[in-house]
């Protein structure tokens, strides 16, 4: 596969924050339209590894192409220009417009010039959110924040949406929610890379899975196969 078919491609990636070394040489590979989860415990480097790849961790070395274009210096900015959206936990609302202020201010159509996801069919894909139509962002709850800000992303129409712990501290219904959102996206082709605490989840909704330890990726392949694999449950502490 050319690099140019790669929406990601890292290569030898270390990070630091300050003097602490966190990542030690990660080559990633992301492709179009693939779900790859991204699993390991608390302080692996799954935020430092996402952080590094948006140009968040400016302690940086190695080499990262979008699409085959050389980002390895790349300002979030430019990432976010790039075709990569990225949904952090709970953030990226605006509070003081509305849900569809919020929502249609976002809007950015495809490559081909179309609104694959227009607002109709973000309202159609969260009910919740068609009735919180005229409410502020800051009046939803943190469920409906999430749900609001995944809709922002896909309304700009990337080709990757970075999923980092979409369903922290939410109520099992509204995790449901999210969680049915993930399968429609990928049924839609655009590629996810997708962090979640639980594994059996993101282990179904991915066609492959890497899991990090100590800052490096220690084991990596097609979902189904990671799922049986004996050594996961270790690499989790679970
Ligand atoms: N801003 C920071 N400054 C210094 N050290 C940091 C910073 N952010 C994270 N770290 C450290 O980097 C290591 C990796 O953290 P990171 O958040 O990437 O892990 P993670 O796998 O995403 O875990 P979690 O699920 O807990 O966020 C940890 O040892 C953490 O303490």
Redesign the pocket.
């Known amino acids: 596969m050319s690099s140019s078919e790669h929406i990601i491609d890292a290569r030898e990636i270390h990070a630091w ?2 003097s ?1 070394h ?1 990542l030690h040489g990660i080559d990633l590979q992301i492709n179009r339209g693939e779900t790859v989860g991204l699993l ?10 996402i952080r590094t790849l948006l140009g968040h961790v400016k302690q940086r070395t190695g080499h990262i192409s979008f699409f085959g274009k050389d980002m390895s210096k790349a300002r979030p900015h430019e990432v976010a220009r790039s075709g990569v959206a990225y949904v952090p936990e709970g953030r990226g609302v605006f509070p003081n417009l509305s849900v569809r202020e919020n929502l249609v201010m976002a809007a950015r159509p495809n490559k081909r010039g179309e609104q694959e996801w227009s607002y109709e069919r973000i309202m159609q894909t969260f009910p919740r959110l068609k009735e919180r139509e005229t409410n502020l962002g800051g009046q939803l709850s943190g469920g409906e924040q999430q749900m609001l800000s995944i809709g922002r992303a896909l309304m700009t129409h990337p080709e990757l949406v970075i999923l980092d ?1 979409a369903t922290e501290g939410l109520a099992p219904m509204i995790v449901n929610e999210i969680w049915r959102v993930v399968g429609e996206i990928r049924s839609s082709g655009m590629a996810t890379l997708i ?1 979640d605490r639980n594994y059996h989840k993101v282990l179904a909704n991915s066609d492959r899975a890497v899991v ?1 330890q100590k ?1 490096q990726l220690v084991l990596q392949g097609e979902a189904d196969k990671i799922t049986n694999d004996p050594e996961l449950t270790g690499y989790l502490g679970v």
């Open positions: 924050y300050g602490s966190i390991g415990r608390n302080g692996m480097g799954k935020s430092t590894l712990e962090v990090m800052g």
